[in-house]
């Protein structure tokens, strides 16, 4: 359950001790300049490195480092374990991310070695060799949380090294696994948390891109890592280049037509990008679509043997294809700077999630778009999901959890009032004011360019009706779901729900004046917070999900029901920008020249002059 008082606690005690540790000068910062530049080759520190790395070797307190991806965290151990004495373990949840980053230091000359599962026999005695030699050169050992929790030799290993005084540090990369109050929990991290009581004087470095205030403390708490014994280095998680922007979808289709022209028009042309699916079907479907249409794509999926996945990522990395139409599958550790847009076809699980994927665009600092497709639809299907997921370690209280964080991307979809960087930013305690977002033309959010006035609204009076008349519908129908409710509530007259009894809904026409989204909002604002509930119902036979609507725990007291309503609709609208005429022209224009290139092939092919085809035909 989630308390009021500890979240108060957090964000008053979960704050950046950067400041502590600027300008300061350490018996290590002269060596430590060095080797920054001469083995990292690099020239400035970027914010909050510098702390993290003299906090590290100064080897008082446990280092908590959360930075964006890309922000370079990496650094953060990496330049500490050099300076230190004895070998610093990183714990990294996946093998091409190890991969990765050894083979990024192994060029840089800094001896390191990994304990994977894909080690021969040989290399692992070879390298447990080194690691017992007093005189080893080793600095840093990758290894997955498996490992740590099945390894007798490699525990024997810490012990020795323990003993020897020659355990450096324990680093936890993608800390926030450790939590399965986040969107990521892997049950392998929890055993990394005995390491702490095994060998309580090694001081530990926790690197994190995603964490929610009640994340970290978690975090923190699973590490058995006390507050007073760390520092913690947190920054600002906005993306200043990046523009952020939902877009309503009916079906799938709908948002892939869209992405394409998208593809084709000036807007990306050339560019590439990440399409987000959200199935593997999804995937091949989406790539087949996109690459029928001229836009070069391929899948990317868990479903993949590991060699195609391979291939996709380097011909990625190469530039072969402008669109990879993926799962959340793809992304952990791929490094592609110059992403200039990512698309959410389907809605994604959670804001951390969507915060995340939608991070991959722009790494490199250029301006990038995130474009989100949603449905209503997408909510029961992902809800649907989350219900049925036969996990054991789906516990009660973590499937609670999903389908929170699933209504939050939801309601932060319909919202079509607020910044999307302060609504963004408040899921990781972060407040933003809208005006720096409004302060930038360039990559103002969808709201925010939204030039009409905003007014906040205390919609109990009709908020009480609703529920009034859920209470009465539920009761006659037994089940109602949340279009229906909708539907009645603007006063359509629904077959489907006449036929189950009720004749005279006209009376229910009682939200004339409310736009269908904002009521989609107040609604789901309702379901957030408890006064409705949403059941999910999964017919067996088809597989097939409806989420019914009931009354929650919740009933409405003097408190008001605030949303806030734009007085002035002008939502800014994908279709809008494509469906110009000079768009159009040049998607003809782009079609006619692939034809052309196809009719030369068939020429050449069989020997017929190019021209004669054309005037034939
Ligand atoms: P993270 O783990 O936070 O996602 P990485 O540590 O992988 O990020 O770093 C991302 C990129 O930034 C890497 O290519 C790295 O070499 C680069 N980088 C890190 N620190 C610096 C720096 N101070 N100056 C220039 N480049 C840096
Ligand atoms: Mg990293
Ligand atoms: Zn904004």
């Given at each position: 359950e989630v308390e009021c008082d500890k979240v108060t606690w957090i964000s008053a005690d979960v704050h950046d001790d950067g400041p502590e540790y600027r300008d300061r000068e350490f018996s290590h910062t002269k060596t430590m300049f060095e080797r920054f530049h001469a083995l990292f080759g690099l020239r400035k520190f970027r914010s909050n490195q510098q702390e993290a790395v003299d906090c590290a070797i100064e080897r008082r307190y446990h280092v908590f480092v959360l930075m964006p991806t890309g922000g370079g965290k990496s650094l953060c151990y990496q330049l500490p374990a050099v300076l230190d004495d004895g070998i610093t373990f990183v714990v990294s949840p996946l093998r091409s991310l190890i991969l990765d980053q050894t083979q990024k230091l192994s060029s840089l000359g800094i001896p390191c070695a990994s304990l994977t599962s894909d080690r021969t026999p040989a290399e692992v005695s070879a390298i447990y060799a080194q690691c017992y030699s007093s005189q080893s050169e080793l600095k840093l050992i990758y290894v997955t949380p498996?490992?740590?929790?099945?390894?007798?030799?490699?525990?024997?290993?810490?012990?020795?090294?323990?003993?020897?005084?020659?355990?450096?540090?324990?680093?936890?990369?993608?800390?926030?696994?450790?939590?399965?109050?986040?969107?990521?929990?892997?049950?392998?991290?929890v055993k990394i948390g005995t390491l702490r009581d095994r060998y309580p004087n090694v001081p530990f470095t926790l690197l994190t891109a995603t964490a929610t205030p009640r994340v970290q403390l978690d975090m923190l708490k699973q590490m058995k890592i006390e507050r007073h014994l760390s520092k913690l280095f947190i920054q600002s998680f906005n993306r200043t280049n990046l523009v952020y922007k939902c877009f309503t979808k009916g079906k799938t289709d709908g948002a892939l037509a869209r992405t394409v022209q998208l593809c084709l028009s000036d807007q990306f042309v050339g560019m590439c990008g990440i399409v987000y699916c959200f199935s593997r079907m999804e995937c091949e479907r989406s790539a087949a679509y996109l690459s029928q249409s001229g836009v070069t794509a391929r899948a990317y999926?868990?479903?993949?043997?590991?060699?195609?996945?391979?291939?996709?990522?380097?011909?990625?990395a190469n530039d072969d294809y402008q669109v990879i139409c993926a799962t959340i599958a793809f992304g952990m550790g791929i490094d592609k700077p110059n992403v200039r847009f990512v698309i959410h076809l389907s809605m994604p699980k959670s804001i951390e999630g969507y915060y995340q994927e939608s991070g991959r665009a722009g790494r490199d600092g250029g301006l990038a778009h995130c474009y989100l497709f949603y449905s209503y639809q997408d909510l029961v299907k992902i809800k649907?999901?989350?219900?049925?997921?036969?996990?054991?370690?789906?516990?009660?209280?973590?499937?609670?959890?999903?389908?929170?964080?699933?209504?939050?991307?939801?309601?932060?979809?319909?919202?079509?009032?607020?910044?999307?960087?302060?609504?963004?930013?408040?899921?990781?305690?972060?407040?933003?004011?809208?005006?720096?977002?409004?302060?930038?033309?360039?990559?103002?959010?969808?709201?925010?360019?939204?030039?009409?006035?905003?007014?906040?609204?205390?919609?109990?009076?009709?908020?009480?009706q609703i529920l009034s008349l859920v209470d009465h519908l539920t009761r006659q129908l037994k089940t109602i779901t949340l279009n229906q409710l909708i539907d009645i509530l603007k006063g359509s007259k629904q077959k489907t729900i006449q036929n189950a009894g009720h004749d005279k809904l006209e009376q229910y026409n009682i939200a004339p004046d409310i736009t269908k989204i904002d009521l989609e909002r107040l609604l789901s604002k309702l379901i957030l917070d408890d006064y409705l509930h949403q059941d999910i119902s999964i017919n067996d036979t088809y597989g097939t999900a409806n989420a019914y609507i009931r009354l929650g725990k919740k009933t409405i007291s003097s408190e008001p029901i605030l949303i806030s309503v734009c007085t002035k609709k002008e939502n800014p609208n994908v279709?809008?920008?494509?469906?110009?005429?000079?768009?159009r022209n040049r998607l003809v224009d782009s079609c006619l020249v692939r034809l052309k290139d196809e009719l030369k092939l068939i020429s050449a092919e069989h020997n017929i002059k190019y021209s004669t085809i054309l005037s034939e035909n």
């Open positions: 498996e490992k740590i929790g099945q390894s007798d030799q490699l525990n024997k290993l810490f012990s020795h090294l323990y003993t020897k005084n020659r355990l450096a540090r324990f680093v936890i990369d993608e800390a926030h696994c450790i939590s399965d109050w986040g969107h990521d929990f892997r049950p392998d991290y999926h868990a479903g993949l043997e590991d060699q195609d996945r391979a291939d996709v990522q380097t011909q990625w649907r999901l989350i219900m049925t997921e036969q996990s054991p370690n789906a516990t009660r209280d973590a499937q609670k959890v999903r389908l929170e964080n699933l209504q939050r991307v939801y309601s932060y979809c319909l919202n079509n009032v607020d910044c999307r960087r302060t609504l963004l930013l408040e899921y990781f305690g972060e407040q933003f004011l809208s005006s720096q977002c409004k302060k930038i033309t360039e990559t103002r959010c969808d709201n925010c360019c939204n030039v009409a006035q905003a007014k906040l609204v205390d919609f109990k009076d009709l908020s009480k279709s809008s920008t494509v469906s110009n005429n000079s768009t």
